[in-house]
């Protein structure tokens, strides 16, 4: 068995002359399959002569190549690539068009939009025609399509996935470590594509840098700062400060290059404050308590304050007069000092 393979979209005629004559295959449509195969049994014969002609379709019309990625997925910020690749292009031209407003982004090696983020790259004599999309963000998320400019269109459709990644710091947000203890933070980013780039650590709005025997001030500060960052199922930056001091205190930032930060803030406490410490990155819970249990004690105060107030109580811890309920009481003449004496008979005439 003899196979030759000809370019798709063709007319294939194949023919077999042999000693016994000439037996011919008829012409195959435009329509088969990607690639054709024009196979015939052959004898042991002598003499075979075997010969395949072909007849283009429509001059010769282009195509996709369909064995490229067309679902991409990239993190803000991080350029992304649309790989478009057209076969026997021609005389026509490849333009890249976003979907969600049929915007044109390139025609050629041009570019139509104010948006300088587009581009079109295409090196000389090659059959790829690819989208670069610089600094994406996730507006730019959708469908794009390649297109060429046959008559009808032939078009072929990319999805760009761009996600923005979100940096967690291990642990309570505030952090409290006694003088001279070592501080830990970790810095974890769980989603998204490996190629994250690295982390960087911010004391305020100061880099924070390992000390190391280089850019050591004193030399027993050596190796007091370190930051480790390494990639298991996630990029994990560790930020240590051992021997803590009271000018470590402060707002702690963890900056990946392709995801949004994230902050903790360090307390370095001198002296004995065990109700405020944080050991091995316990909730921070237990260090507001005592606000909590303060903030109950003056709301019990002002309550009973309120209340007593309706009941009229004054300063001496009695009820006062408004309340009373006895009658009145007139106190006797002198003779009776002290005592009290009943009011006069009530008269319903005058006497």
Not at 19 to 46: D, E
Not at 111 to 132: A, C, K
Not at 149 to 161: C, D, G, I, Q, R
Not at 263 to 286: D, F, K, R
């Amino acid at each position: 068995m003899t196979t030759t393979a000809f370019p798709p979209q063709t007319r294939v005629r194949c023919e077999v002359t042999t000693a016994y004559g000439t037996h011919s295959a008829p012409m195959l449509p435009p329509t088969v399959p990607l690639i054709q195969y024009c196979s015939f049994p052959l004898s042991v014969s002598s003499n075979i002569i075997m010969t395949a002609t072909t007849e283009e379709s429509d001059a010769a019309q282009p195509y996709f190549d369909f064995d490229v990625p067309r679902n991409l997925t990239v993190t803000v910020g991080q350029t992304g690539f649309l790989h478009c690749r057209v076969e026997r292009l021609g005389d026509q031209d490849v333009a890249w068009i976003r979907q969600r407003d049929l915007h044109i982004l390139t025609m050629g090696a041009s570019t139509y939009t104010s948006d300088q983020r587009f581009q079109v790259i295409r090196p000389e004599g090659s059959v790829n025609w690819t989208l670069q999309i610089k600094y994406p963000q996730t507006r730019d998320s959708g469908v794009y399509e390649c297109q060429i400019n046959t008559e009808p269109k032939m078009s072929l459709s990319y999805v760009l996935n761009v996600i923005e990644l979100r940096a967690r710091i291990l642990g309570p947000s505030d952090i409290f470590i006694k003088s001279g203890s070592e501080i830990t933070m970790v810095c974890a980013i769980q989603q998204g594509p490996h190629e994250l780039g690295t982390v960087f650590w911010y004391k305020g709005n100061t880099l924070v840098e390992p000390l190391t025997q280089e850019n050591d001030i004193h030399s027993g500060d050596r190796g007091r700062i370190t930051i480790e960052t390494d990639w298991t199922d996630a990029l994990t930056s560790r930020l240590k400060i051992k021997r803590a001091v009271q000018g470590d205190t402060g707002n702690y930032t963890c900056v990946p290059t392709m995801a949004r930060s994230a902050s903790v803030y360090a307390h370095v406490i001198s002296g004995e404050h065990p109700a405020a410490m944080q050991h091995n990155a316990a909730p921070a819970t237990a260090t507001r308590r005592p606000s909590l249990r303060h903030s109950v004690c003056i709301l019990l105060l002002l309550h009973l304050a309120a209340l007593a107030h309706l009941l009229g109580w004054n300063r001496t811890g009695g009820p006062s007069n408004i309340l009373r309920r006895h009658p009145p009481v007139h106190r006797c003449a002198p003779g009776h000092p002290g005592a009290p004496c009943p009011l006069p008979p009530f008269h319903a005439h005058p006497s």
